[in-house]
């Protein structure tokens, strides 16, 4: 009887070892299907788009050596400045007015490597707010040159003081444009504006790019793409898609009509996992601002 016990008690402790053995291997099994699956790229990937996008690369074909996003893009000097103000709510129309004297005649003036892409007030969004941008097709080296000029200019410098009694917050970032989109240019008005930004993960930019080069053609059909940016100063990983709009109406019913876009849906459904958190602004360009 005793030796009868031990036999169901050895064999009893060979099923838990074997039992345990099965399920630490369906476990790695389980692991390995997940990472292949996760590096196996989504059939509509290639349905959305099958040419990988790169921010290094535009028509000159570019190519750069550690394909890090922080690395200098030759071949493409248009650098961006995204200026954010916070105005004090009774100094909004002081503050515009003060901008519309000083701000156009650095944009014409040639001694500065720059130019007033926009202007504009926020209407929906945050309040009391201010939006400037600015290009500077000398990349780096125009931005050096314009803020050495900038601080020689006693009229800029008093600007800058008055200004300062005006603001509750500013903050800025330095962008670049990506190669896909169409730089802005000059449209008829009145329009108003509407700006989206985007806070991707980090490690996501890439992904982004690769839809969007496809995408953007699902978006151009009333010329309401007006420019795309992604960051590299400030807020990194962020990106901003500015476009123009006759109205709210007419807003709506372009948004509505790119859903009838076969494969608008799929960009949707694919790039909303890559956001971390998102932004809409509509605005209303200003006196000063060439984008009307």
Request: aromatic fraction near 12%; hydrophobic fraction near 35%.
């Amino acid at each position: 009887m005793e030796t009868c016990c031990q036999s169901c008690a050895s064999l009893s402790t060979c099923l838990c070892l074997c039992a345990a053995e099965v399920l630490t291997c369906l476990d790695s099994l389980w692991i390995w299907i997940i990472i292949l699956y996760r590096r196996a790229p989504p059939a509509a990937l290639t349905s959305v788009q099958p040419e990988v996008w790169s921010p290094w690369r535009d028509n000159n074909a570019f190519t750069c050596r550690d394909r890090s996003l922080s690395c200098s893009i030759r071949g493409r000097t248009n650098l961006y400045k995204i200026q954010f103000h916070n105005v004090k709510p009774e100094c909004l129309d002081a503050y515009n007015k003060l901008c519309e004297e000083v701000l156009p005649s650095i944009h014409a003036d040639k001694y500065y490597p720059c130019e007033l892409v926009g202007t504009w007030n926020t209407w929906y969004g945050e309040q009391d707010q201010a939006v400037h941008l600015w290009r500077y097709r000398g990349g780096y080296p125009a931005l050096t040159e314009v803020m050495n000029k900038l601080r020689q200019n006693k009229e800029f410098t008093a600007y800058r003081k008055e200004r300062g009694k005006m603001l509750l917050s500013r903050r800025n970032q330095l962008l670049l444009e990506f190669s896909f989109w169409k730089e802005p240019v000059l449209l008829e008005g009145p329009n108003i504006y509407e700006l989206r930004s985007y806070q991707l993960r980090p490690g996501t930019m890439i992904e982004w790019g690769n839809y969007w080069a496809r995408a953007i053609g699902y978006r151009q059909h009333n010329r309401e793409a007006v420019g795309g940016f992604f960051s590299q100063i400030g807020n990194l990983y962020m990106v901003h898609h500015l476009w123009a709009y006759k109205d709210l109406q007419s807003r709506e019913d372009t948004r509505n009509a790119a859903w009838q876009q076969e494969g608008w849906h799929e960009v949707v459904y694919y790039t909303v996992p890559l956001i971390q958190h998102m932004d809409s602004r509509i605005m209303i360009p200003t006196k000063a601002s060439p984008l009307q």
